[in-house]
């Protein structure tokens, strides 16, 4: 995040870090080769901590790339699958040969294909939901997400922040407006939505961490 939170201060929580394992710091040097934008190691520890204190028995990813966040979750879970949905063949097809090198491919059923399709068509709940695709759907995605999501569950949603864009609306093209604006507008949702508590956290390129409430609640109520 070079807008928002300063380099600094990044590489500073950066260095705190424990060394990931080494499948993993291949794959971040394929994805930064390739350009594909995998977590950041601090959003990628932020993930693996908070699947250790839910430890859900089912996480939906939507946005899997080559799998760096997909396993960051996957060596936190004591039992329970993931379910990770991926557009593009070629990355769908590297992630596989990824779970399998980091020894997590019997806890991961890796799908692919558009979300926006195969979201509806999921039976199960899921106690934990991680969204990572295209930053301009992010709304569409919490629409279709909502059914499957157990009430109480956790949705994280990274690049919140799209560089800082989102704070300072200094995005440097024309066409990354409506993303923006979108972003935007999806976060100041939750000042007012009453069925999901929502937390920013600036880490990275921006986290949110979205809570289902328990209990539906009435909108004309105040929420516990
Ligand atoms: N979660 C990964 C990074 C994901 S990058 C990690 O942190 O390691 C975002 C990915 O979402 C891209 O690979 C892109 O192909 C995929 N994507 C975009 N739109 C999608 C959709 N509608 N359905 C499924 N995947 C999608
Ligand atoms: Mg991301």
């Given at each position: 995040m070079k807008d928002v939170l300063d380099l600094e201060l990044q590489m500073f929580l950066r260095n705190l870090l424990p060394e990931e394992h080494e499948v993993l710091q291949e794959m971040r040097s394929y994805a930064e080769e390739h350009h594909i934008p995998v977590v950041d190691p601090e959003v990628g520890h932020l993930l693996h901590i908070l699947t250790g204190l839910v430890?859900?028995?089912?996480?939906?990813?939507?946005?899997?790339?080559?799998?760096?966040s997909t396993i960051a979750m996957a060596q936190a879970m004591e039992q329970g699958r993931i379910t990770t949905i991926e557009l593009t063949e070629e990355r769908h097809t590297l992630a596989l040969d990824y779970?399998?090198?980091?020894?997590?491919?019997d806890k991961i059923d890796a799908v692919l294909g558009?979300?926006?399709?195969?979201?509806?068509e999921l039976k199960q709940e899921y106690d934990m939901i991680f969204m990572d695709a295209a930053k301009g759907q992010y709304q569409e995605f919490l629409d279709i997400a909502d059914r499957i999501l157990?009430?109480?569950g956790l949705l994280v949603a990274d690049n919140?922040?799209?560089n800082g864009w989102v704070v300072n609306l200094n995005y440097p093209r024309h066409r990354q407006k409506t993303m923006v604006y979108r972003m935007k507008a999806f976060l100041e949702q939750f000042k007012e939505n009453t069925?999901?508590?929502c937390s920013v956290v600036p880490l990275g390129d921006g986290v949110a961490l979205i809570r289902k409430q328990k209990q539906r609640v009435d909108e004309h109520k105040q929420a516990d």
């Open positions: 430890q859900p028995e089912r996480i939906l990813e939507i946005g899997t790339a080559i799998g760096c779970f399998k090198r980091a020894g997590v491919a558009d979300a926006r399709e195969l979201v509806p157990k009430p109480g919140v922040l799209i069925q999901y508590q």
